[in-house]
């Protein structure tokens, strides 16, 4: 295994193009920059133009310590405060505010308010330093050379909401909050394997049981907020739930907490102690949550009664109208979410162990892969980009589309509704006198749940609509949004309980790497009553092999044969007709025109929140 210069990369074939560059000639490229003559834009754009998507080019010149960027949006107020209210539609209402509890994006974007990571990741993919002094690099003795240890300085001075300092102890805490399975984070799987260990009030270094190609997970980003351990030392493990602070956070963020209620309102007031200097501009800062994304869309791009509307789940053609009346913008990050719909294999009728979708149990007709492919084949992807998402999203067939390089180059999708029929009658599904296909007296009619929201119904319907016309008969269900996202235990419309036979929603990958992402396939992940139904594998469905390739991947150094290993756990669902992708979605925001947002692909939409100001 190479260390002497960055992971080794292997000679590269350009996807469309057929040209080849080999690891001399990123080396010579990595030479340029570092000695200024090269630009990192122009080093990117060379990476790209060879499939080395923008987020892995900048980790190479991280691993070869060149710095990262400086963040991408250039911040121009000269003072904090001044800029009166930023009003903020979330419409998809929040209902808590820890992020190691925020299973649903909603939960996360108002959780960032207050909380802050060790780092996060801009649009392009570049680690910028939040709580933490630097980035982690070889040359600042940050990076072990093996990869099995990192090292993080943190800002010192940083204060805590209620004037206490931020230090190590707090990181420490963290981890440790995260790691104990009693707690039931969201974020257990990216702190359950590693140790942290205090070097100093403001230094802590990570070690990982094994070289970690993707260091930057534990305390990065969305995963990686840093909770005081004076305010949840008492609420660890099995209290977790009991903690004040998952409703009245206090944190180092730019805002600090004034008010919030569950499922619509969300204030905060200017933290005049921020640690960035001039940060933040606006003097408040509200979430309003509730309505839908037709209405926050309207407030923002119509009247301009809100500043930005978040997750602007609505036709394009009706976005482009609103945009007609001048006074807002809708603006597309390029992102690796992606609209998909799970089968259950599981049985979500009967109760096993006090739950249903039980891992142990086996659906009556959907365990069957012939069922799954045709079904599979009776989605019209491309029509529901053309009609519906436009310029939102693109038609795909593979769970994982962004950063290029971990896209299945296999994986194709094909609407065929006589093939679906074929595969069907092969199977022995007999179509019934009530157009029905049915086989040992079992039916295929199933339910196909999604949240409330018109694309989505749109989508179900077109569904629908083919299925019939295969003899599988489907009842739609719609969830209100705040409770088909929330992770509320008691509640059993949740997309995590998964107690219908379909479901469709969106799915985002908060960092440019899908290794974190990807563990909705992995066996130990399974979402279940014991760990509260916070386990990422909804799904239930699991392969030894996919396990196996996962674990390879997380100790696998070489970016080529790392990449090929997630690849393969992406395959496997797909190929098993468990996930059926249906699109590749860009983050779509709508925002008034005098406001200037910073908003990443690779974190939440609240990462960067000081900086946004009026121009």
Not at 98 to 111: E, I, M, R, W, Y
Not at 210 to 233: E, R, Y
Not at 373 to 397: P, S
Not at 444 to 464: D, M
Request: proline share 5%.
């Amino acid at each position: 295994m190479q260390h002497d210069g960055f992971q080794p990369v292997t000679t590269v074939l350009v996807a469309g193009g057929g040209h080849l560059m080999d690891e001399n000639d990123i080396r010579g490229f990595i030479a340029e920059v570092k000695q200024g003559t090269l630009s990192r834009r122009s080093f990117i754009q060379a990476m790209g133009a060879v499939g080395i998507a923008a987020p892995l080019a900048s980790q190479i010149l991280l691993w070869n310590d060149v710095a990262m960027a400086d963040a991408t949006l250039a911040y121009k107020p000269t003072k904090a405060g001044g800029g009166g209210p930023l009003r903020m539609l979330v419409w998809q209402a929040p209902t808590l505010l820890n992020p190691h509890f925020a299973l649903g994006t909603k939960d996360q974007v108002a959780s960032r308010v207050f909380f802050e990571p060790l780092a996060g990741w801009d649009r392009e993919g570049n680690l910028i330093p939040c709580l933490a002094a630097e980035v982690p690099t070889k040359a600042n003795g940050g990076l072990s050379a093996d990869g099995t240890s990192v090292i993080w300085k943190l800002k010192q001075g940083v204060k805590w909401h209620d004037g206490k300092p931020f230090t190590a102890d707090d990181v420490v805490f963290t981890w440790a909050y995260a790691a104990d399975l009693a707690t039931a984070a969201y974020t257990t799987g990216s702190y359950q394997n590693i140790t942290v260990e205090k070097i100093d009030d403001y230094t802590v270094k990570v070690i990982f049981k094994a070289p970690t190609p993707f260091w930057a997970d534990p305390f990065v980003g969305s995963v990686g907020q840093i909770l005081p351990k004076h305010h949840f030392a008492d609420y660890a493990g099995a209290k977790s739930r009991d903690a004040p602070g998952n409703l009245k956070p206090v944190g180092t963020g730019p805002y600090k907490f004034v008010e919030f209620k569950p499922g619509d309102l969300v204030r905060a007031e200017r933290n005049p102690d921020y640690h960035v200097k001039n940060q933040p501009y606006f003097d408040t800062f509200e979430i309003k949550g509730g309505g839908d994304a037709v209405s926050a869309a309207r407030a923002v791009l119509q009247t301009g009664e809100y500043d930005y509307a978040w997750n602007l789940l609505v036709e394009d053609e009706i976005l482009k109208r609103m945009e007609a009346g001048g006074k807002g913008k809708v603006e597309f990050t390029t992102a690796g979410g992606v609209e998909f719909m799970i089968l259950n294999t599981t049985d979500p009728w009967t109760e096993v162990d006090g739950e249903r979708s039980n891992a142990k149990t086996k659906h009556p007709t959907l365990s069957d892969p012939a069922v799954r492919r045709a079904i599979n084949l009776l989605i019209d992807r491309d029509g529901i980009q053309k009609f519906i998402y436009g310029r939102a999203a693109v038609a795909t067939a593979s769970f994982v589309n962004q950063p290029t390089q971990f896209k299945s180059p296999k994986l194709a999708y094909e609407f065929n509704i006589d093939k679906a029929n074929k595969i069907l009658d092969v199977a022995g599904w007999k179509m019934g006198a009530d157009g029905i296909r049915e086989k040992d007296g079992k039916k295929l009619k199933y339910v196909f749940q999604t949240s409330t929201n018109a694309p989505r119904q749109k989508t179900q319907a077109i569904v629908k609509q083919a299925c019939q016309k295969a003899g599988i008969e489907i009842e739609l269900k719609s969830v209100t949004a705040s409770v088909f996202f929330s992770s509320d235990v008691g509640n059993p419309d949740t997309y995590s309980k998964f107690y219908c036979d379909m479901e469709m929603y969106n799915t985002t990958m908060p960092q440019p790497d899908p290794e974190r992402f990807l563990n909705q396939c992995v066996s130990w992940e399974i979402a279940s009553k014991d760990n509260k139904w916070l386990g990422r594998n909804v799904s239930r469905w699991s392969d030894p092999e996919a396990d196996k390739a996962y674990k390879a991947a997380q100790q696998e150094l070489d970016p080529v044969k790392r990449a090929a290993l997630l690849i393969k756990v992406n395959e496997i669902f797909c190929e098993a007709d468990v996930f059926l992708p249906l699109l590749s979605r860009y983050i779509v925001g709508g925002a008034v025109n005098n406001l200037m947002t910073d908003i990443s692909g690779w974190d939440v939409t609240t990462w960067n929140l000081g900086s946004w100001y009026r121009s």
